[in-house]
């Protein structure tokens, strides 16, 4: 069981918008620790694609995109492609496990 | 470029011990923070330990606490994972990833890059 809770799964067509919840609590997201999104795709390390809550690294495409209010987070995709289909995972600080956590991930499905 | 590359990997006993190793390039290593991240066969990704620019700082998560040690040579650019007392449910991928933020060992910073992993298999 994740600290943080994100989907298991999501899917959209090429073209569309999907957007990943990641759901913390008080300790972590809600206490004023950033989120910060990682892509995994088959086979591959994670890499950051978003950083302190809305921030992309150069390379990035637009059209990826993050927001963070209360004890929640999201990441949205706009513009499906197939290139996106991979394992997402939100992650931030606990204060009470003093220690980095991540969300359970949300497998991407682009139909 | 900055690059990461885990070693040490491989097939293991429960109870035994194995050391890993993630070979650091392209950027100063005694100047940042490194964790260690596993990944345990078709799961998610579990934060391992963390340890600051010049090892003064050492943070673990509980589910390895007092097995693990993490330690760094920053003369050889190198950073160590110790496990010992190993169990099964230790087998995953072990991934070693930068601290992006120089000197820093802030509770906010994320992990940039990350390096290709090594994989630890516990078994009898």
């Known amino acids: 069981q994740s600290v943080l809770t994100q989907p298991p799964s999501v899917s959209g067509a090429p073209g569309q918008m999907v957007t990943i919840s990641c759901t913390g609590s008080?300790?972590?997201?809600?206490?004023?620790?950033?989120v910060h999104w990682y892509q995994q795709l088959p086979g591959t390390a994670p890499k950051l694609l978003i950083y302190?809550?809305?921030n992309r690294p150069s390379g990035v495409p637009d059209r990826f995109s993050g927001s963070k209010s209360g004890t929640s987070a999201s990441l949205a995709i706009t513009g499906l492609q197939a290139e996106d289909e991979a394992d997402y995972y939100c992650q931030s600080y606990d204060s009470s496990l003093s220690g980095w956590v991540f969300g359970g991930g949300t497998k991407l499905t682009v139909l | 470029q900055v690059q990461l590359v885990e070693s040490g990997g491989g097939v293991v006993q429960p109870g035994r011990s194995l050391r890993l190793s993630c070979a650091a390039s392209?950027?100063?290593?005694?100047?940042?923070?490194i964790h260690w991240v596993r990944q345990a066969p078709g799961k998610g990704l579990e934060w391992v330990a963390f340890i600051s620019y010049d090892g003064s700082i050492k943070y673990y998560g509980d589910s390895v606490k007092g097995r693990f040690t993490i330690s760094r040579d920053n003369s050889k650019n190198t950073l160590y994972l110790q496990m010992n007392s190993l169990r099964a449910e230790d087998t995953a991928v072990y991934f070693c990833?930068?601290?992006?933020?120089?000197?820093?060992?802030?509770?906010?910073?994320?992990?940039?890059?990350w390096g290709q992993g090594t994989l630890v298999t516990v078994s009898s």
């Open positions: 302190g809550n809305s």
């Open positions: 008080s300790s972590n997201i809600g206490a004023g620790y950033d």
């Open positions: 990833a930068k601290d992006p933020i120089p000197y820093s060992s802030s509770r906010q910073n994320w992990f940039d890059p």
């Open positions: 392209g950027f100063t290593f005694s100047s940042c923070g």
